[in-house]
């Protein structure tokens, strides 16, 4: 880019970032925002209005994916993605995805305004749905668009009232075919994601950027032991089938076989354990766990798999309980895009912005955009890491070197 000087000041994405916020199911500065909600479909007008606003042409697929595309030079080519959500959990804050999104229109704007020409077309995106609340499935539009998720698996899809996808997307104003929302490899030539860190390293060292190089990825598997129940005082220990011990060895087993992993990048966790009959003198005879396993690596963390499932029909034998897992998903790790990286440096060290390599922990849109497009992540800090909460901050200033960042990363890639 020709010049430093700062084209637009971050003020107008600040308030258009609390705009946005108070388009909630809740009072401010709760932000709840679930997909196809009133809310939500509200938001997406206000968000379409101001890419229509920038001269963005704005276009949807089937499940509400929206794509706000800056047409460049060579149109024919591949545009340069970037772009997030605005879907937003209950009881969350106002930056998580948002500044992905608003922050990437101000990018563009940036570069309209120094009066820039992308050779590429740089297209925003907006994916539907990242958050899970109402399907039980995160990342739903990405999911779909890298047909990771199929069409005939997305009918099936129904919220907690048993309304299905196809019924709410489509009361939603999204009526085409959904086999039409699956992208070619070639449909973006690059991907970057603009996000809040949602953990607390770029604050605590005081670094002002986060290049992400992994994105790590869950794999969630649920189990069910089921023993023998019996009255607490009255049935004697050599001849237990007692579900809930059954389940501490696995939670055990579990622990263990993360921790011996070789890498701080594996984490696993048992986060749900329900117990039946759940009574004080009532012998547990059956019980449900619900797992998550992480990794960067994704042979490292399916070996994690490997032992817990080892470890089921080791604890099945030995305590005579019936065991049985069910694999919920094990979505593949993502490895950033090297040459986008290099591009984020370069911009990062042009900026005058401190920065590091970093993994995201938590997934994001992006995992599911590299199976179909080269893709990085930027990160910038928030306070005390915290995230999915009322109180998420990130300054005006962290907004803004993200913003810059990424405006001169867009101008290098759409070249
Ligand atoms: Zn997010």
């Known amino acids: 880019?020709?010049?430093?000087?700062?084209?637009?000041?971050?003020?107008?994405?600040?308030?258009?970032?609390?705009?946005?916020?108070?388009?909630?199911?809740?009072?401010?500065?709760?932000?709840?925002?679930v997909v196809f909600s009133e809310a939500d479909l509200r938001a997406r007008a206000y968000v379409k209005g101001?890419?229509?606003?920038?001269?963005?042409?704005?276009?949807?697929?089937?499940?509400?994916?929206?794509?706000?595309?800056?047409?460049?030079?060579?149109?024919?080519l591949a545009p340069v993605g970037t772009g997030s959500h605005i879907d937003a959990i209950p009881n969350a804050g106002l930056y998580d995805g948002c500044v992905g999104v608003l922050g990437g229109l101000e990018a563009i704007r940036v570069l309209q305004k120094l009066e820039f020409r992308p050779r590429r077309s740089i297209e925003l995106v907006i994916f539907t749905a990242e958050e899970p609340t109402r399907f039980g499935i995160g990342c739903l539009g990405s999911r779909m668009m890298a047909n990771v998720l199929t069409p005939t698996q997305a009918r099936k899809l129904t919220d907690k009232e048993g309304r299905s996808l196809e019924?709410?997307?489509?009361?939603?104003?999204?009526?085409?075919?959904?086999?039409?929302?699956?992208?070619?490899?070639?449909r973006f030539h690059q991907f970057i994601e603009l996000h809040i860190e949602q953990g607390p390293l770029l604050e605590q060292e005081g670094i002002d950027l986060g290049l992400v190089t992994h994105i790590a990825a869950p794999a969630s598997v649920r189990i069910l032991i089921e023993g023998e129940?019996?009255?607490?005082?009255?049935?004697?220990?050599?001849?237990?089938?007692d579900a809930l011990t059954a389940a501490a060895e696995l939670i055990l087993a579990l622990e263990a076989a993360a921790k011996s992993s070789g890498a701080?990048?594996?984490?696993?966790?048992?986060?749900?354990?329900?117990?039946?009959?759940?009574?004080?003198?009532?012998?547990?005879?059956?019980?449900?766990?619900?797992?998550?396993?992480?990794?960067?690596?994704?042979?490292?963390?399916?070996?994690?798999?490997?032992?817990?499932?080892?470890?089921?029909?080791?604890?099945a034998t030995r305590r005579r309980v019936a065991i049985s897992t069910e694999l919920v998903n094990a979505d593949p790790p993502a490895t950033c895009d090297p040459a986008i990286l290099a591009a984020l440096?370069?911009?990062?060290?042009?900026?005058?912005?401190?920065?590091?390599?970093?993994?995201?922990?938590?997934?994001?849109?992006?995992?599911?955009?590299a199976r179909i497009a080269p893709v990085a992540m930027l990160f910038i800090p928030c306070r005390g890491g915290v995230s999915h909460r009322p109180d998420e901050y990130a300054s005006p200033e962290w907004i803004g070197s993200g913003v810059h960042v990424l405006s001169r990363t867009l101008a290098m890639l759409a070249g």
């Open 229 to 241: 129940g019996g009255h607490a005082g009255g049935k004697l220990m050599p001849g237990r089938k």
């Open 50 to 76: 101001l890419c229509a606003d920038a001269g963005l042409e704005v276009t949807e697929d089937a499940i509400g994916n929206t794509f706000a595309r800056w047409q460049g030079i060579e149109p024919e």
């Open 1 to 33: 880019m020709a010049t430093t000087r700062p084209a637009r000041t971050i003020d107008s994405v600040l308030d258009e970032l609390k705009t946005l916020a108070a388009i909630s199911e809740a009072d401010p500065p709760v932000v709840t925002r």
């Open 167 to 186: 019924q709410l997307r489509t009361q939603a104003g999204f009526v085409g075919a959904l086999e039409s929302v699956a992208l070619p490899a070639e």
């Open 345 to 369: 440096e370069h911009s990062a060290q042009a900026a005058g912005k401190s920065h590091k390599k970093m993994v995201s922990r938590a997934y994001h849109d992006s995992l599911f955009m």
């Open 264 to 315: 701080i990048d594996t984490v696993a966790t048992v986060g749900v354990c329900e117990v039946f009959p759940g009574a004080v003198n009532s012998i547990p005879s059956r019980v449900r766990l619900e797992t998550d396993v992480r990794d960067i690596d994704r042979a490292r963390r399916d070996r994690i798999l490997d032992a817990l499932q080892e470890a089921c029909n080791d604890v």
